[in-house]
């Protein structure tokens, strides 16, 4: 079906065009209908799968018109509570484009920036509040962000919000919230943990969707892992960027620390990538995700900040430099590619310490990941390395070879 068959005010539809959807996807098309109803929902989805959307769009139309009807301002009529800065962002951007005919207005409410834009906002009124819960209950006690009337509540990445310690930053926030509201809460995974604490927050009529296909990896991701030594990803990382100049990339290291450090070997060679963690202020990583959208830079590395959530176009590589300890961040940091209907390819590279880690997401995935071996000719062909002499995947080794020993004998 279209989206048009959701009866969708006319606006509305004009700013879901300038996204380019045409059809709503499966988690879309389960939980439009019942959040227009003003259910309560329970929703499990894989990452890629569109939930921002699936939130966004009944919202708008739901707020635009009783907005319209009412001829009223009021309070904030709906928050949107999000893990980190970078996600909330984000669904701001999806609201704006979607709500950009409309009268509705938002404001992302979000620490390590100045405060003061954000209360000017607010004191001039809005409709939906895009929060992560310190600087909301900062501004909650100062008095600024009022939530009497607040008619819906929803909680994206719910299960990462949880994992994160904020589940009193939650509960404090349903006390002030009226009881009288729909609550909407999103999640990637589901365990008894996060069954229990949802079921506390949403009615008990409330609607459960899940969406669990029986590979949680997209089927739009060839992922492979690759056995590389550790002392070597440098070498084989550069090797991958040079010869995919075209194509955006991430690269997901285990720490800040490694994320500067593989920044500088890369920029030894002359590669200009960008960096983002949890020690980079707002605007650092403001402009490093802007950098990498405009194509300014084509390499990112990055912690599992940007793990979950972000949704950059046409990430056509994503590397697993250091496997990650977390089995579910693996599927969450591969669903950076291969977004929506394009098609994305992930490596991980896999030290002999790191074998492990490997099992360990095999068993959250209930599949082995493919091996390529770098001594076998088909390698080439899977990897699709472009090189002058037609792939041949010996060439390729020699020149990564020599690459590794020329810098070690400059170093010495």
């Known amino acids: 079906m279209k989206f048009e068959k959701y009866n969708l005010d006319e606006k509305v539809l004009r700013g879901l065009n300038t996204l380019g959807f045409k059809r709503p996807t499966d988690i879309q098309y389960k939980s439009i209908p019942s959040i227009l109803n003003g259910e309560d929902l329970l929703a499990i989805a894989q990452t890629g799968t569109g939930k921002t959307i699936a939130f966004i769009l009944p919202i708008v139309e739901k707020l635009y018109n009783k907005k319209r009807k009412e001829r009223r301002k009021g309070g904030i009529k709906c928050i949107i509570l999000a893990p980190t800065h970078e996600l909330a962002l984000q669904i701001n951007a999806v609201f704006l484009q979607i709500a950009k005919h409309t009268n509705l207005k938002s404001e992302v409410i979000i620490g390590g920036v100045d405060q003061d834009p954000q209360i000017d906002s607010l004191d001039k009124g809005i409709d939906v509040a895009i929060a992560t819960p310190g600087r909301m209950f900062d501004l909650i006690s100062q008095g600024h962000l009022r939530t009497s009337d607040v008619e819906i509540l929803i909680l994206d990445e719910a299960d990462h919000m949880l994992n994160l310690g904020f589940i009193d930053d939650i509960k404090d926030l349903i006390r002030v919230l009226p009881k009288r509201k729909q609550t909407l809460f999103f999640s990637a995974t589901i365990n008894k943990k996060i069954k229990k604490i949802a079921y506390n927050i949403v009615k008990q009529n409330a609607i459960r969707i899940q969406i669990s296909p ?10 492979y892992v690759v056995n590389i030594k550790m002392d070597d990803k440098r070498f084989f990382l550069e090797r991958l960027v040079f010869e995919n100049p075209e194509s955006k990339i991430i690269c997901f290291v285990r720490t800040k620390i490694r994320a500067e450090r593989v920044h500088q070997a890369m920029q030894r060679v002359g590669i200009e990538g960008s960096t ?62 291969g977004r929506g209907n394009n098609k994305g390819v992930a490596y991980a590279f896999c030290a002999p310490r790191e074998k492990d880690l490997l099992s360990e997401i095999e068993k959250f995935i209930d599949n082995k990941i493919e091996v390529i071996k770098v001594d076998r000719k088909t390698y080439s062909d899977t990897l699709n390395i472009k090189t002058e002499k037609d792939n041949d995947v010996q060439a390729l080794m020699e020149d990564f070879e020599t690459s590794k020993k020329k810098r070690r004998k400059k170093k010495r």
């Open 214 to 223: 029986k590979n949680p990896v997209s089927k739009n991701v060839k992922h």
């Open 276 to 337: 983002i963690h949890s020690d980079k202020d707002q605007a650092e990583r403001e402009i490093a995700l802007e950098d990498f959208r405009n194509g300014k830079t084509n390499l990112l590395v990055a912690t599992d900040i940007t793990a979950r959530g972000i949704d950059i176009p046409d990430v056509q590589i994503v590397v697993n430099y250091d496997l990650p300890d977390d089995p579910e961040n693996y599927v969450h940091r591969i669903g950076r590619t």
